[in-house]
């Protein structure tokens, strides 16, 4: 009989394992293929890859120079640039976090991550 | 023995039903997704950008609906309403030209004529209408100013409207807020929640985001880039701005505006760069955000307090932000105007 109780206590607090694991893959935000694009350490685009139908590119462009970014789903890539060494257009596209792209000459990041970071800066439209 | 082994069984199964259905199950029950439809649309001499959320059918409809109506309000298509008004002097018009002439009107005579729908000769004489800019000569303006007078527009029975001779309308500065007012009611009968359009710079939203946040509406910065002097957190709103920014040109040092002052026939020096009105009406807020520029501070924030259906954000020339109380804690400066703290317009203050 001991044994039996030893076996459902076991048992017991794997289920509440599970149910708590459960719980949590339902409740974890989901998404976590956002690439947020940095410029000088301030992110100034953010794009959910997976909510891409159709690719496109858009520039980003500051003093130092400028990268066109191309974006399809679930990838984001450098595609044109105007620095010397051209190390983020070699970078190709990336999907996931492993390697952010990198472009040094004009301080550009793209980083993906979990979270929109610019979403709180892009408005909806603009009035004039 | 048994026992032990037949609730081992018991407590295996539930494990199965708990670690391969629950998670699998979640993730594919995702929240339903609402579709996001846009569309651009290049009409009345303008972009327009559409959102909806839910209905791609709508979004047609739209496009047809705005249509529609540009060949209504168009001065220059030769088969409009305003056209044949214009040039025979009587037309029996479409309901839509009728209504937004009505209302047009109403907007003119609560500005006391600080807008008015008959200034079109006046704006074509600068150039405003065709960027073939000059400076008209006093003679010209006076002449003009005679034809100047909204109160000739004549709404008669049966949509039967009349215009004495030289006299031209001109729906310019209400068409598109009129054309708003229209999109949102058109995507409420299609049981659309969530819809933001762009016409040209003239912002309005149906609802909240899908989400049940507030729309973000920046206002452009008046000193022209691409930045922006602030953005309005609103739900259900129509946001327009009028600016001297946009169209504007320089003869011998001085800069000339569209915005035209239709007291003097001159651009309104009126010691604003930029009115934004926020409301629920959009042909109200279209038609209000020209005439408060052209007032000035000092008439537009008294003609603000004797109102109750409007907000406003102003942008002073010498970089001061005043904003209604309504406005207060949903206007954010930004940019260059990020330091300026907003000035709080009340209704009980003088």
Redesign the interface.
Known sequence: MIKTKTWIIIFGSLLALCAGLSLWIFLKPTGGNVANVYLDGKCVHSVDLSAVTESYEFTVSSDRGMNVIRVEKGYISVVDADCPDKVCIHSGRISDSAAPICCLPHRLVIKIEKEMKAGDDVPDAVSK | MK??RS??LI??A??LV??CF??GG??RS??EKIEKYSSVVFAMDTVM?ITVYGDEVSLKKAENLIKDLEEKFSVTLEESDIYRLNSEGSASVSEDSYELLNKGKEICERTGGVLDLTVYPIVRAWGFTTGEYRVPGEDEIGELLKKVDYRQITLGDEGLVTIPEGVMADLGSVAKGYTGDRLMELFRDCGITSA?I?LG???QALGT?PDGSL??????DPGGGEG?AG??AMEGKA???S?AY?RFFEENGHTYHHIIDTSTGCPAESGFVSV?VIGEEGVLCDGLSTSLFAMGPEKAFEFWRESNDFEAVFITSDDRIFVTEGTEGSFTPLGRYKNVKPEVLRHDQN
């Open positions: 026992k032990i609730t081992f407590v295996q539930i494990l708990f670690c629950l998670p979640c993730g995702e929240k950008e933001l762009n710079g003239n912002v985001k729309w973000k509406v920046a206002i452009a922006y953005v309005v946001v327009i701005t600016g946009e934004t």
